[in-house]
């Protein structure tokens, strides 16, 4: 019966024991999660930090891409304004010298008549006739001849004048 005893002291004293420990464990176990929480917590928080940092980055992104696309916009319509003025002017500019193209054409042809008329006096002819053969022989210039044959190898109507 004694030894009955004491193995029951014996096996009550190791229940114990294990009791004491699982307490133990169960108290580390509950200040684990206490912990945990509270780093949890910390990381939420963190976390909710940074997804209001990056909303407030990518509404910051967003505006300042906004910005950009406008200042690229009036720059296209500045280019295009500047072009359409150029072409005004460059148009304006060919008109203008087209007049003065004209204008000397015909300063030209009224030059090269009185040349003409010029050279008929020298030569002794009346009116607007050349001296166009050999000798004082004046006549008239020959209608129809190409205007890049030389005055004086044109070929005459008429004899004297």
């Not at 912990?35 to 509404?59: E, F, P, R, W, Y």
Request: charged share 5%; hydrophobic share 30%; with cysteine.
């Amino acid at each position: 019966m004694a030894q009955l005893n004491n193995i029951n002291s014996t096996f009550s004293a190791q229940i114990t024991q294990q009791k004491l420990e699982a307490t133990s464990i169960n108290n580390s176990f509950n200040t684990y999660k206490s912990q945990q929480a509270a780093v949890d917590l910390t990381q939420n928080s963190a976390l909710q930090n940074n997804t209001g940092q990056i909303t407030q980055l990518n509404s910051q992104i967003s505006s300042y891409v906004n910005s950009l696309t406008n200042q690229i916009n009036q720059l296209r319509t500045d280019m295009n304004n500047i072009n359409q003025a150029q072409n005004v002017t460059i148009q304006n500019q060919n008109s203008n010298l087209q007049n003065q193209i004209n204008s000397l054409s015909s300063r030209i042809s009224t030059i090269q008549s009185a040349s003409i008329t010029v050279r008929a006096a020298q030569n002794g002819c009346s009116g607007n006739v050349v001296a166009l053969c050999s000798g004082s022989v004046c006549g008239y210039m020959t209608r129809g001849t190409p205007s890049n044959v030389p005055y004086n190898q044109r070929a005459c109507e008429g004899g004297n004048h």
